[in-house]
């Protein structure tokens, strides 16, 4: 009877379900039936019914997997957004927005392929921004403040909000079995669908409420979380912390300034914006890693053949997002303008491509190490490689200490020159410009990574940029960390802080070496061979780019960066010169158009100008970077100017009478 | 003796070139503090523009090389020509690039510059191809204006307080700075007898480590910059291949492999005993 009652949905919560049970399912399912979630699914089923399907039992779990984790995750989202909707913002207007970041994306995706996909949706985004704004500004509209909306609930608004998210999941489930249903009989009807699955569908279509009811229930709990308590009432769902959090979190509230207060209530529940809040920034987050995870095997249900050629193209964004990391510990963190990074990684690729060919035995006359014997070394190698780039990046750091500002930019940019000269001409241990080839790749409990599958090393990346990902957020946090940051917002006032400039300066330079020596010893073990050519000032500057581009110091911001940079510079201009030679396609046109007056003129030629028309223009219309840290946003952004100030509240949020203020009718 | 010397002479030839592009860099950095990284391919563009120039003077590489006064009168109309373009050239950039990151970060416009760049070095792909371009073988202050610009320099919201017009002194130093890359242009192409749509990024990174070492900011300090490094890179040439057989002391390949390492050690020296260049002024950092 009590679960009843929480599944009938009180009348003010109906329409809100209404607004995300639409929102939602219409992408999941252009993502089921338009694209491969249904096929993905069947093809499992088919494995498991001894039917045909997936022949590999490990590629079976896999995508079941996926598949679990994945409407798993979107259910409980449906609850976690209806449980934190505010309902301040109106249906129309989050569909818009839905149709225009998801449904686009989902469609353009699917008929051009990722790469073309996005960076279309891309510019289409740009227009619906300005569209959006000019639309407001003409029709007067303001959007309403997060924090006049900010509530402190007790107990029993606690329930109501809980009943919500498990409302909001079940109905969403409900709604989503039903629709499934329905196509999956149309299918059997045309033929579609083999005899067999049907009982899958009584199954699922039986499951799926039941699954959405106790995914509310965990979506619940994370959306109570987010809420503010009042005081003295601290259980509920945080009884284990005994009642600490909300009076800590209230205290918190009060001492912040109007901005700050405004970012911050964008964390709460209930929110305006709900898809924006951090408690649904965890599931898309989750969606992700399970998408990144499972991609290999489910790449082929998406995009169709070619699996090998993309997932190869991927491992290289990957040593990318390693470099834009470790730059960005040097350049974000610590303030220093580092033009010559590439050194540090052609130091990383030479230690695997000297040690891990047989260029070392062979110049010092030994005899050569056991093939076999050389692929295991890569391990302890990917160590060492970042262990020398980092005593190096010491090493050069070194006498620059003295060097402020642009004269210690040039100076890196000296080493970023000298290195790769070095390696160039000490032709006796590098094998100079024609570099060294038959580079051993890794070995791995007998898997012999040397067959042409980039699987192994699409793994190894992921792995490895979780290494950085993990190490740079705990590091930011760390005593060091905030020197770091001391030290780039004010060098005297750091030093006066009991800082040690030296050793702090260092060791940014250290550990920013460290994983540019790991992003090289990668990129030679993949690609087997390693070329004085890849390590030019250019490059240092397009890492700079990556850095600056995401926004300096912020970690999510420079991997964006990264994988945004890869893309303008090597996805985009290969897909569309490969576009132009498709007699089919807009590019051939337009090529064969501008030949008449350009000489010589073709789309990828003209690689550098449209990479950097776009840095340019990213630059004036983003200067801080595409995601600018808090703290940095905090200084480049004036946000106090729109919308009402704390202080003109009528009981600031916190204060002792703020309770009884907002308390909802 | 006469060995020296001739080092000595090439070096300054190269070195003046360096110097003049390196007035650019100075001076630019020094109002807007801002590594202007498109300055190099200015120079390119000029290179290129100076070719068109006689092209329509009917020179190529082919023809016949005019004489007396008319060489001098073509070479004057080129270098002006060159040098009001690029300066064009200047400006616009300065316009679209720079102008709207005025109060940005310090990062937003260095990434911007170096957009410009790539811009520019695609253009110059495109007009001329990636060959080598041969180029025609015709031979072998005290103003107000100054006073603004260092004004600008010391402190822009002062010098707005004072009446001077930030924007268009900044204008005007990108104006003759520009047309400092276009006179370079036109000098290095008859000296080297061709040109590269490449050139102005290797060139420009001489210019600008030749500004630095002199200390950047400051103009004779860049134009010294630029001769030592020409003569630091003349020298280079002479030091000894060792993977000759016999030769013990000296470079694997040469000097004249390693001259932008030897350029860039030196660099780092200087500037390790100077942290403000040669010329440049230790600024005590007020708190």
Known sequence: MAIANTLVPARDTRALLIKWIVGLLVPIAVFTFVWSGEEIINQSLLTILGLGGVSDIAVLIEITLFIIVFYATVIALAGYLVAADSGQRGMIELWIDIAVFVLLPLFLVINQGLIIGLAVCAIIWVIYFFARRSVYRALHYTPPIPSLNLRVLDAEQRVDLRNRAIAGSFWFSVVLAVTWLVVDLIFYFIGQLPTALLIWVVIRTLLLPVAGYFLGRLAAVIALRRTVAPKNNGNGENSANGGARPTKRRRQLESLSATRFREEAQDLVPNDLPARSTGATRFYLILLVAFVVFYPVIDPFLFGFGTNGRLAGYGDAGYYVILALGLNIVVGFAGLLDLGYVAFFAIGAYTWGIIGSTQLTNVLNLAPVDAHLLSLLFWPMLLVAALVAALFGVLLGAPTLRLRGDYLAIVTLGFGEIVPIVFLELDAYTNGTNGIVGVRSPAFFGIDWSVITPVPYYYLILALIAFSIFTNIRLRDSRLGRAWIAIREDEIGAASSGINLVTTKLFAFGTGAFFSGIAGAYHTAKLGLVSPDSFSFGDSIIYLAMVVIGGIGSIPGVIVGALLVYTLNVFLPQQLAASATDPTSVFYGIQNTLVHYIPGFSFGNIRNLIFGTLLVVIMIFRPEGLIPSARRRRELRHTGEEGVEVGSLDVIPGAPGFEEGVHVE | ?287
Not at chain 2, 82 to 92: E, Q
Request: contains cysteine.
């Open chain 2, 1 to 287: 003796m006469a060995l020296f010397f001739q080092i000595l002479v090439v070096g300054l030839t190269t070195g003046a070139i360096y110097a003049l592009i390196a007035l650019g860099y100075t001076m630019v950095y020094g109002i807007i503090e801002l590594i202007n990284f498109a300055h190099g391919d200015i120079f390119m563009i000029g290179t290129f523009i100076c070719i068109s120039i006689f092209g329509l003077f009917g020179i190529t590489n082919s023809s016949v090389a005019p004489t007396g006064f008319a060489l001098v009168g073509i070479l004057l109309v080129t270098l002006l020509v060159s040098m009001t373009l690029c300066a064009g050239l200047g400006i616009l950039i300065e316009f679209v690039a720079y102008r709207p990151l005025r109060n940005a970060p310090r990062l937003a416009p260095l990434i911007s510059a170096i957009g410009v760049s790539l811009i520019l070095e695609d253009i110059g792909k495109l007009w001329k191809g990636v060959i080598i371009v041969p180029f025609p073988q015709i031979f072998p202050e005290r103003t107000r204006i100054g006073r603004a610009m260092r004004a600008v320099a010391q402190d822009r919201e002062a010098a707005a307080l004072m009446g001077v017009n930030v924007n268009r002194i900044i204008t005007i130093t990108f104006f003759i700075g520009a047309a400092l890359a276009g006179a370079a242009a036109l000098i290095w192409g008859l000296k080297y007898g061709n040109t590269n749509f490449t050139l102005g990024f290797t060139l420009g990174l001489f210019a600008f480590t030749a500004a630095v070492l002199g200390g950047i900011g400051n103009l004779v300090g860049a134009m010294l910059g630029g001769v030592l490094i020409g003569v630091v890179e003349a020298l280079a040439t002479y030091i000894p291949d060792t993977t000759v057989p016999g030769v013990t002391f000296g470079l694997p390949h040469g000097g004249a492999a390693w001259h932008e390492a030897i350029i860039f050690v030196i660099l780092i020296l200087i500037l390790v005993f100077r942290p403000s260049g040669l010329l440049g002024q230790q600024t005590p950092e007020k708190v």
